[in-house]
T-cell receptor, first 112, second 115 residues
Framework: KNQVEQSPQSLIILEGKNCTLQCNYTVSPFSNLRWYKQDTGRGPVSLTIMTFSENTKSNGRYTATLDADTKQSSLHITASQLSDSASYICVVSRTNDYKLSFGAGTTVTVRA | ETGVTQTPRHLVMGMTNKKSLKCEQHLGHNAMYWYKQSAKKPLELMFVYNFKEQTENNSVPSRFSPECPNSSHLFLHLHTLQPEDSALYLC??????????????FGPGTRLTVT
């Protein structure tokens, strides 16, 4: 079983609406959690990074939250735009380990 | 072009062909990685190089052969591939081996189709 589970697998939203993506992990010992955005035909690009002590971090219209106690994170997209159509990947790092644990991603489609 | 570049971007090859994927990073990083990305699946780590030395071979079949001539270049030599090897192959680099706050920077990938 993968140590990083994302939901939903995919979603479709109308332009201007908000959406929230979920990430649950079992990785331990926890170091940090990143959300990556991967546009079609491109490599993943980091949106946010959160360490154990951080609860919320924003990057423009993207807001990530972390609950290290329940091992859950979310990525909220506000006022979605067509350019937000992409796959969003949750990636968790383990302390003193270069291997990353990847979720399978959530595919977001924004429609006009 | 800055960051991490990969060539070719698309590759179609038969099962008996031999081809190579190339990755170059312009970030002055010391660690480089090959990943395989299949549809609806998490990225799979294949190989890791740190200061040109291979530190990880994640049980990858021998039909995939990596080469790292220097810290800026990484190759993946392919031969006698199977249809199930069709995937997006991503190269990444990081300042040092990841873990802690270090970020991996990804290239655009090579879309490989094995016929």
């Amino acid at each position: 079983k993968n140590q990083v589970e994302q939901s939903p697998q995919s979603l479709i939203i109308l332009e201007g609406k908000n959406c929230t993506l979920q990430c649950n992990y079992t990785v331990s010992p926890f170091s940090n959690l990143r959300w990556y955005k991967q546009d079609t035909g491109r490599g993943p690009v980091s949106l946010t990074i959160m360490t154990f002590s951080e609860n919320t971090k924003s990057n423009g219209r993207y807001t990530a939250t972390l609950d290290a106690d329940t091992k859950q994170s979310s990525l909220h997209i506000t006022a979605s735009q067509l350019s937000d159509s992409a796959s969003y990947i949750c990636v968790v790092s383990r302390t003193n380990d270069y291997k990353l644990s990847f979720g399978a991603g959530t595919t977001v489609t924004v429609r006009a | 072009e800055t960051g991490v570049t990969q060539t070719p971007r698309h590759l179609v090859m038969g099962m008996t062909n031999k081809k190579s994927l190339k990755c170059e990073q312009h970030l002055g990083h010391n660690a480089m990685y090959w990943y395989k990305q299949s549809a609806k699946k998490p990225l799979e780590l294949m190989f890791v190089y740190n200061f040109k030395e291979q530190t990880e071979n994640n049980s990858v079949p021998s039909r995939f052969s990596p080469e790292c001539p220097n810290s800026s270049h990484l190759f993946l030599h392919l031969h006698t591939l199977q249809p199930e090897d069709s995937a997006l192959y991503l190269c990444a680099s990081s300042q040092f081996l990841a873990g802690g706050p270090g970020e991996q920077y990804f290239g655009p990938g090579t879309r490989l189709t094995v016929t």
